[in-house]
């Protein structure tokens, strides 16, 4: 930074004598402290919030290092018959569209790694991934499907419970609709601190064992729920006099 100014120094010294250090100080730094540099305020404001935003410090713009730390992330889907060379159906990049087979197999030849995603033949919905944590599909379909924690008898909400693997994980537990359900933090420590036990019995339906071997199904609530209409409640409270004769 150059500074200028005829102030006096905190040390005394004469305007003159300050400029004389700051001559100094300018030709023993770098040569690009002497570059001006002509961005605006507004220029340079927006800048340094695109470097905190991008890369957490004020200071990256310009800086090979911290620039370094941007990531790139992209998400390619590839049919498996696409993949294999069987079908001609298009991958799609997320964000952008879909692209052709010989694009995203050029793409998907530098990827770091794969995740195999399962999806429902005619919904499309997700149903499996080979990762521990589900997608935003299926976590959405897993919370309406709950709707509470699967514990028997208990009704916390979805986005208070944990989504547990039903056969762990680390056991060989898949991630997929028929092995997750929501348990509130409460029940999941039973889960796997105590001897209660549980089990799929399929669409949803969860078998629970106790401590002594008493069993308790859970069923997920019903997706269709029928409730009195206030219209028939007040027909219901007619006389017959006043009844529709119909």
């Known amino acids: 930074m150059i500074v200028t100014g005829s102030a006096r120094t905190a040390c005394g010294s004469t305007s003159s004598e300050a400029e004389a250090e700051t001559r100094a100080c300018t030709d023993s730094g770098s040569a690009d402290a002497d570059v001006a540099d002509e961005r605006t305020m507004d220029e340079l404001r ?3 919030l695109a470097d905190l935003i991008l890369t957490g410090t004020p200071s990256a713009h310009g800086n ?3 620039l370094s730390a941007i990531r790139a992330h992209v998400q390619i889907t590839i049919p498996v018959l696409t993949a294999a060379g069987l079908s001609d159906e298009p991958a799609l990049i997320a964000g952008y569209g879909p692209i ?3 694009t995203a197999e050029c793409l998907a030849a530098g990827a770091s790694g ?3 995603v399962m999806f429902h033949p005619h919904t499309g919905a997700i149903l499996a991934v080979d990762r521990y944590r589900p997608g935003a599909e299926l976590d959405r379909f897993l919370r309406v499907r709950d709707e509470r924690c699967r514990f028997p008898g208990c009704t916390q909400r979805p986005w208070r419970c ?3 693997h039903t056969v762990d994980f680390a056991l060989g537990g898949e991630t997929r609709e028929c092995n997750l359900a929501h348990l509130c933090r409460r029940h999941h420590v039973v889960k796997h601190a105590t001897g209660w ?4 019995l399929g669409h949803g339906t969860l078998e629970w064992t106790s401590l002594t071997g008493r069993r308790y199904v859970d069923r997920p609530p019903a997706l269709v729920q029928f409730v009195p ?6 027909a219901g409270s007619l006389s017959d006099s006043e009844r529709p004769p119909f």
């Not at 036990?197 to 799929?200: L, M, P």
């Not at 209409?229 to 007040?234: A, D, I, M, T």
């Open 46 to 48: 927006a800048d340094i």
């Open 64 to 66: 090979g290092d911290a």
């Open 100 to 102: 052709d087979r010989e």
């Open 114 to 116: 794969w995740d195999r």
């Open 162 to 164: 944990d989504l547990d």
């Open 197 to 200: 036990r549980v089990r799929q």
């Open 229 to 234: 209409s206030p219209q028939w409640q007040v």
